[in-house]
């Protein structure tokens, strides 16, 4: 076989159905391979950077590998950005980049870029094929360790030559990995201190996040038996949210610089904090020399690196969290365990206090849609039927975490770590693929989605029938925000002149196009977005100028968050939390 | 919660790599891109039948970052081991170099007997200049280039220190 036809059997061979690529001269040779069989499907994106956010919406919607194909130079280049996009959000992804003839390289020729140096920081790993009997090998390999321990994005440089020339192939059950081999089992010495620990607690919180998601759905599920079994109070993570269920009691909302009032003193004011699959991310825990004073902590990560980066914790356990997890519930099962009866009640007593705050409250007027509003809408019309939404970045992906509740695991893709305006509208390609007959929706900005707009043309051209929600305030509305709270609302650069007009745009791509301006017209909006068997882009005039809260500035700890715009200007940002971003 | 120590402290890392394309540049790259720092660094082959290479970091920081350090080098997909030999019992460091001194008659002759006492050999000579050889701790080739100044010193290389356990036990 040929490389090229060599790439082609092992993509099958990793029971890949879905490619997302851009041809280009570096990888005619894999084209024509993929010309020569119907097996793998391709989608042609209109960008490098679209074809990697559709393969993450694709695997982060169904914890399978998502596959891109680029030509070399600057269909890698442009690849770049949905790459690191995965690495910080730990998307399984892998992409591969033609690169010019082996006798080439070096030589700065045409479309020639050293793509395995620019993407070795943003790649969990890469590889330059430089014999044409390694390429099945890397292949597999390169899946594994994409899956494997924390997933991420795992490139493959493919010469043209190697393309066509002939090797041996080898299937995946042949190749081991000789270095890399995650642990996986907790250590069980720590996990029955970490079980001691919850059971003694008098004011636990579980603190849950994307790794529960990238475990998989069992791993949600025993996050859930825990909470019943401890009555323990649950908050997600942005990147765990419907991995604990939005409408459960004991769900006390998202935490972080955006989250709830209760989900953030409660991480405040808890005495022991289970942190399970998150990171203690900068937008987590706010100041650090604050953060939550009073706890014991637990870490359950997979990633050996995630612990004790930012927070000493006092219990790590490196392992998978469906495994820990389950070897909690056992544990606790095994010793007739309960949680500390009174104490909880206490807890929730307080937590429920906090609640009463009622922190995302917000005022629907009769002229001006509240963007709150308009998810709110969004949500209660789409809730009863297999939903999946994605956003971009800014603060209708706030709002969006906010206001839609998530049941299950997979449901829910944003952009996290890397925050990449643009990601929504192609991350929904990928997951309407994945899932023709459900629901996707991109609640998304006006300026977000003019970053990757142009992806509109590939949901026309495969008719899929993907909703674009726009949450249009005319600003860069989380910049506007911060430019309020600490640069004396000077609105630099943040207004989003000359927009387009969205209905006739969508219909310059043959997609539909809706608009709403008033609040009575929300409801009639969604319908008929819900009704229209094609991709729809939605654009709703919302008040231009609200903001996203409650708020944690930057700098600050927990338990001093900002509740709403009448709490703002009492408060000062230091220097130091304004250098912070 | 009893407060982190928060001096920075010298460690000596021992890490075992498949011996890859690209395998150094990952680790250099791992170390400026998060901003650790490199005191000295060296690597070559040391089992060829198996592909690795043994890469010896002399890095400083607070046990916290001590830690990340290693955790993040051992995420990198082809390293085998990563050890730090500083905390893990008894090591020995050594660093090798070759030293350059040009000059005639007494500075000349003092350069061979300073040689002498620190038992460096000569390795090239001709009528104006040795190179010396010169293996031991840094301090003492420090010490050694430092009196090879007013003698004449004109070019030094070093090759970083490489370390091992002491004991019978292998990485």
Request: charged letters at 20%; proline letters at 3%.
């Given at each position: 076989m040929t490389g090229a036809e060599m790439i082609i059997r092992a993509l099958l061979d990793q029971g890949v159905d879905v490619v997302f690529g851009y041809p280009g001269g570096a990888v005619l040779p894999i084209y024509d391979a993929i010309f020569g069989q119907n097996k793998?499907?391709?989608?042609?994106?209109?960008?490098?950077?679209?074809?990697?956010?559709?393969?993450?919406?694709?695997?982060r919607s169904t914890g399978k590998v998502g596959v891109v194909l680029v030509t070399s130079g600057p269909g890698a280049t442009n690849a770049v950005t949905g790459l690191t996009d995965a690495l910080m959000d730990s998307i399984p992804i892998v992409c591969i980049t033609g690169q010019v003839a082996t006798h080439l390289i070096g030589n700065d020729a045409f479309q020639e870029a050293d793509t395995t140096g620019i993407t070795r920081p943003c790649t969990k790993h890469n590889y330059l094929i430089k014999r044409a009997d390694d390429v099945a090998r890397v292949v597999h390999e390169a899946f594994y360790v994409s899956r494997s321990g924390r997933p991420g994005p795992v490139v493959i440089d493919m010469p043209k030559d190697i393309q066509m020339a002939k090797g041996k192939y080898v299937g995946p059950e042949k190749?081991?990995?000789?270095?890399?081999?995650?642990?996986?089992?907790?250590?069980?010495?720590?996990?029955?201190?970490?079980?001691?620990?919850?059971?003694?607690?008098?004011?636990?919180?579980?603190?849950?996040?994307?790794?529960?998601?990238?475990?998989?759905?069992?791993?949600?599920?025993?996050?859930?038996?825990?909470?019943?079994?401890?009555?323990?109070?649950?908050?997600n993570t942005l990147m765990g949210l419907g991995g604990f269920p939005g409408s459960d009691p004991q769900f006390i909302g998202m935490l972080g610089m955006h989250g709830t009032y209760e989900a953030n003193l409660a991480m405040h004011d808890c005495d022991v904090m289970v942190c399970i699959g998150a990171r203690f991310d900068d937008r987590i825990t706010g100041r650090l020399d604050a953060f939550s004073p009073k706890s014991k902590k637990i870490h359950i990560d997979i990633d050996p690196s995630s612990i004790n980066k930012n927070v000493s914790v006092d219990v790590p356990i490196v392992g998978d969290v469906g495994s820990v997890l389950e070897d909690m519930i056992a544990i606790w099962k095994r010793d007739g365990l309960s949680a500390d009866k009174n104490a909880l009640k206490a807890w929730w007593?307080?937590?429920?206090?906090?609640?009463?705050?009622?922190?995302?409250?917000?005022?629907?007027t009769d002229s001006t849609i509240k963007p709150q509003y308009a998810i709110e809408r969004l949500y209660?019309?789409?809730?009863?039927?297999?939903?999946?939404?994605?956003?971009?970045?800014?603060?209708?992906?706030?709002?969006?975490?906010?206001?839609?509740?998530?049941?299950?695991?997979?449901?829910?893709?944003?952009?996290?770590?890397?925050?990449?305006?643009?990601?929504?509208?192609?991350?929904?390609?990928?997951?309407?693929?994945?899932?023709?007959?459900?629901?996707?929706?991109?609640?998304?900005?006006?300026?977000s989605i003019l970053m990757c707009i142009q992806e509109l043309s590939t949901a026309?051209?495969?008719?899929?029938?993907?909703?674009?929600?726009?949450?249009?305030?005319?600003?860069?509305?989380?910049?506007?925000?911060?430019?309020?709270?600490?640069?004396?609302?000077?609105?630099?650069?943040?207004?989003?002149?000359?927009?387009?007009?969205?209905?006739?745009?969508?219909?310059?791509?043959?997609?539909?196009?809706?608009?709403?301006s008033r609040p009575e017209d929300v409801d009639g909006l969604i319908e008929e977005m819900l009704n229209t068997d094609g991709p729809v882009v939605a654009d709703i005039m919302v008040d231009p100028t609200e903001n996203c809260f409650p708020m944690i500035p930057s700098g600050s700890a927990h338990n001093e968050m900002i509740l709403g715009a009448a709490d703002v200007n009492r408060r000062e940002v230091s220097d130091a939390g304004k250098a912070l971003v | 919660m009893p407060q982190p120590e928060k001096r920075a402290r010298r460690h000596?890392?021992?890490?075992?790599?498949?011996?890859?394309?690209?395998?150094?540049?990952?680790?250099?790259?791992?170390?400026?891109?998060?901003?650790?720092?490199?005191?000295?660094?060296?690597?070559?082959?040391?089992?060829?039948?198996?592909?690795?290479?043994?890469?010896t970091i002399v890095t400083s920081g607070t046990p916290m970052v001590i830690e990340q350090i290693k955790a993040q080098l051992g995420r990198l997909v082809p390293v085998h081991k990563v050890r730090d030999l500083t905390t893990e019992g008894a090591l020995v460091e050594r660093e090798l170099a070759l030293i350059k001194v040009a000059g005639k008659g007494e500075p000349r002759v003092e350069s061979l007997r300073i040689a002498?006492?620190?038992?460096?050999?000569?390795?090239?000579?001709?009528?104006?200049?040795?190179?010396?050889?010169?293996?031991?701790?840094?301090?003492?080739?420090?010490?050694?280039?430092?009196?090879?100044?007013p003698l004449g010193l004109v070019d030094v290389s070093r090759t970083g220190i490489v370390a091992i356990s002491r004991g019978a036990d292998a990485l």
């Open positions: 793998l499907r391709h989608i042609l994106v209109r960008h490098e950077q679209g074809a990697v956010h559709a393969a993450e919406g694709y695997a190749v081991v990995h000789r270095t890399y081999q995650p642990r996986v089992k907790g250590d069980s010495a720590a996990i029955e201190r970490a079980v001691k620990l919850i059971a003694d607690a008098k004011k636990p919180v579980f603190y849950a996040g994307g790794g529960v998601i990238n475990s998989g759905p069992a791993a949600s599920k025993r996050l859930i038996e825990l909470a019943r079994l401890t009555g323990v109070p649950v908050t007593k307080k937590i429920d206090e906090w609640r009463g705050r009622d922190c995302l409250r917000y005022e629907q209660a019309m789409t809730k009863d039927r297999e939903t999946f939404i994605t956003t971009e970045v800014g603060q209708h992906q706030m709002w969006a975490a906010q206001f839609y509740k998530f049941e299950s695991p997979n449901h829910w893709m944003t952009s996290g770590g890397l925050g990449t305006m643009g990601y929504g509208m192609p991350a929904a390609i990928g997951v309407q693929l994945a899932h023709p007959d459900a629901l996707v929706v991109d609640i998304a900005g006006e300026a026309v051209q495969y008719s899929l029938p993907i909703k674009i929600f726009i949450l249009n305030n005319e600003y860069m509305g989380m910049v506007r925000q911060w430019q309020e709270l600490l640069h004396g609302g000077r609105y630099s650069e943040s207004y989003s002149a000359a927009l387009p007009d969205f209905v006739k745009l969508a219909e310059a791509f043959h997609a539909k196009g809706l608009r709403a | 000596t890392i021992a890490v075992l790599v498949d011996n890859e394309a690209g395998v150094l540049a990952r680790v250099i790259g791992l170390f400026s891109g998060r901003g650790y720092n490199i005191e000295s660094l060296t690597v070559a082959e040391t089992d060829p039948s198996n592909y690795r290479s043994r890469i002498d006492i620190f038992r460096a050999r000569v390795v090239d000579s001709t009528n104006d200049s040795f190179v010396f050889e010169l293996t031991g701790s840094s301090e003492k080739l420090n010490a050694f280039v430092e009196l090879m100044k």
